[in-house]
């Protein structure tokens, strides 16, 4: 059972665009929402994270908006570089959970 | 050391044999979660440990996994009588505590042939 939908599975974006990447979650339990960017070959590293109490949080170029009534959240990276280019997990978890449920994942390649 | 470390970073062993993949988590961290990743998808979480104690083995898909850290700090994953199913990329990750964010390793990519 997925209980984390990611879309799109991938995207090719010109460099200075802004990619979105949206996920979709079935269980209002969860209350951790973290995005996380893997490179080839490399480990999963988290980049920024939210809790539902809040609708948007930026961190440097990462954004994420996050609407709770239709449980969606979504990843926007401003003035987007080919260095951004790599794959991006959303995840979530329930309170006093350790347990992340990962989607599955969107491949991005900045373009230069 | 800064981050997680794995090792070997890359395993290669033949249907029937035994592995075990070893992670050295941050140093003061006391969650260490170990996770599975198929080729092209997310993270699916197999079992962690607070300090010494396994306190979910939830996710581990056989009795053929098992998984240990007997002094609360370095975790071995050893997987017996491997299948080709068994191939995949294996995380570890650790946090301050449960609560924390998670931070992953490398990973050990295993290949069974």
């Known amino acids: 059972q997925q209980q984390v939908k990611q879309s799109p599975q991938s995207l090719i974006v010109q460099k200075g665009g802004i990619p979105i990447i949206n996920c979709a979650y079935e269980n209002t339990a969860f209350d951790y929402f973290p995005w996380y960017q893997q490179f080839p070959g490399k480990g999963p590293a988290l980049l920024i994270a939210i809790r539902p109490d809040v609708s948007e949080k930026k961190e440097g170029r990462f954004t994420i908006s996050f609407n709770k009534s239709a449980k969606q959240f979504s990843l926007h990276i401003m003035d987007s570089q080919p260095g951004d280019s790599a794959t991006y997990f959303c995840a979530a978890s329930k309170p006093g959970t350790y347990k992340y449920i990962f989607g599955t994942g969107t491949r991005l390649k900045v373009l230069a | 050391g800064a981050g997680v470390s794995q090792s070997p970073r890359y395993k290669v062993a033949k249907r029937g044999q035994d592995v075990a993949l070893r992670c050295d988590p941050i140093s003061g961290h006391v969650s260490l979660f170990w996770y599975q990743q198929a080729l092209g998808q997310g993270p699916e979480f197999l079992t962690y440990f607070q300090n010494e104690a396994q306190l979910d083995k939830s996710g581990l898909p056989s009795d053929r996994f098992f998984a240990e850290r007997p002094e609360g700090s370095v975790s071995t994953l050893k997987i017996q009588r491997t299948q080709q199913e068994d191939s995949a990329v294996y995380l570890c990750?650790?946090?301050?505590?449960?609560?924390?964010?998670?931070?992953f390793g490398d990973g050990t990519r295993l290949s069974i042939l």
């Open positions: 990750a650790s946090s301050r505590d449960r609560n924390q964010p998670q931070h």
